[in-house]
């Protein structure tokens, strides 16, 4: 009996399974990525869509939540699988052309949304404590890009993750309203659609700030800095040993992650409807206007909170619009890339990000009118996400670039319906 003993010691350690990823370490790139799709341009959007039409567009985010799941889960299994982000494996498999161009595009629509969002910011700031809106945008920018260049990584990511919180500001109003779950219950199995050019535009809209180019870059990204932090992890092809931990984190962070996300969104429209819609207010442009229109109608708690979101929100979604143009543009350009990188051994990458932030900055003290450039940011969107979708299906389909870990099955299956509703969606705004 002795001598059986270790062989069963030595065959118990080789069936042992991994472990399932433990709540603290799945949240990560996916929630962060998430969190930063509600930023102020976004809760406009939101609230524009509750304002206009009342609950009756609630089914476009339940519709979007497994799409957006599937594009960015996606986008993290390349970053993880390769070890390069998006735009390095656009750089590796695509002509330099199409790469140029589909990345000064996404670089031009950001700089214009982080612009759009630091004056949201700026604007939110000033209801509540007064004060020059632009020197509020001078400081959120400069906050910004300080915090991006000179805190280190691992410490910037936990105060991502911190401010994520600050979309629960978001529910908090919710509650502070009076709803009928009946009706809104029975508009999200069955909506009322209208084919009309107004209903129509919105629903375009939201499809267009639910998923959008940025996202995929970032999270793509943020899969290779944490490998990279992390000196046991390598990428999954020259590591596959690691894979049934890190696939199945990345899939919880990422579900996770887009269900808070569309949660909260959601939250913003039902809001709106019940106060701003439900009072015939229904020209929204921005989200600074959505929380003044609250105060007379849901009181100053719900105005303040709404408020103060936006703030918090503009704050996770700055680094992110930033960052992923300085990903996209540096490893388009071969540069040294990552927030986990010196200043002074990534000073182009860096340099992309106070240059955007700076343009987006000088945007506010422009005559541009921020509703309009906002238009052309999605419009921008609207021309890059399905390319960029379709590459980025089919390097996650190639053999070549993921080995034998290339997407199949109902992700697969997903991503390409992602890619396809999208296609439409992007019509369907030229059109209207």
């Not at 976004?42 to 609950?55: E, R």
């Amino acid at each position: 009996m002795n001598s059986t003993a270790p062989k069963r010691r030595r065959r118990t350690r080789e069936v042992k399974q991994p472990e399932r990823p433990k709540l603290r370490d799945i949240m990560g790139p996916g929630l962060i990525t998430g969190a930063s799709d509600d930023d102020p341009s976004g809760i406009a959007t939101y609230s524009q869509a509750g304002a206009q039409f009342g609950v009756n567009l609630g089914w476009t985010l339940l519709l979007t939540f497994p799409l957006m799941c599937a594009i960015q889960q996606i986008s993290a299994q390349i970053g993880r699988v390769t070890g390069h982000g998006l735009g390095g494996n656009l750089r590796r498999n695509y002509p330099s052309w199409a790469l140029y161009a589909l990345v000064g595009l996404l670089v031009v629509a950001n700089t214009i949304n982080l612009g759009a969002d630091l004056g949201a910011m700026a604007a939110a700031l000033k209801l509540l404590i007064g004060g020059p809106a632009l020197f509020y945008v001078v400081l959120f920018g400069l906050v910004s890009v300080l915090l991006e260049v000179f805190v280190r990584y691992s410490r910037y990511v936990s105060l991502l993750k911190w401010l994520s919180l600050s979309l629960f500001a978001y529910v908090a109003t919710l509650f502070a309203v009076k709803l009928d779950w009946l009706d809104i219950g029975r508009n999200l199995v069955v909506p009322h659609i209208e084919w009309t050019a107004s209903y129509l535009t919105v629903v375009v809209a939201v499809f267009g700030t639910t998923i959008s180019p940025y996202l995929f870059f970032w999270q793509a990204e943020e899969e290779v800095e944490t490998e990279e932090e992390n000196p046991r992890a390598k990428p999954l092809k020259r590591a596959p040993k690691q894979a049934a931990f890190e696939l199945e984190r990345i899939r919880l962070d990422t579900w996770i992650g887009m269900a808070f996300s569309n949660l909260i969104a959601l939250c913003i429209v039902l809001t709106t409807a019940a106060t701003l819609n439900a009072h015939g207010i229904t020209d929204i442009q921005t989200s600074s206007q959505a929380a003044e229109a609250l105060r007379p109608i849901a009181g100053d708690f719900a105005f303040a909170v709404f408020a103060m979101g936006i703030i918090g929100t503009g704050m996770l979604a700055l680094p992110v619009l930033s960052g992923s143009s300085a990903y996209a543009l540096g490893e388009a350009m071969q540069w040294p890339v990552g927030l986990a990188q010196q200043p002074k051994k990534a000073k182009a990458f860096y340099g992309t990000i106070a240059v955007a932030t700076l343009i987006g900055v000088a945007l506010n003290f422009s005559p541009i009118d921020p509703v309009k450039a906002l238009f052309w940011s999605a419009v921008i969107n609207g021309v890059v996400a399905v390319p960029v979708m379709v590459m980025t299906m089919r390097l996650a389909t190639s053999q070549k670039v993921m080995g034998k870990f290339q997407i199949r099955g109902l992700l697969r299956l997903l991503g390409w319906l992602a890619t396809a509703t999208m296609a439409i969606a992007a019509i369907g705004m030229f059109a209207a």
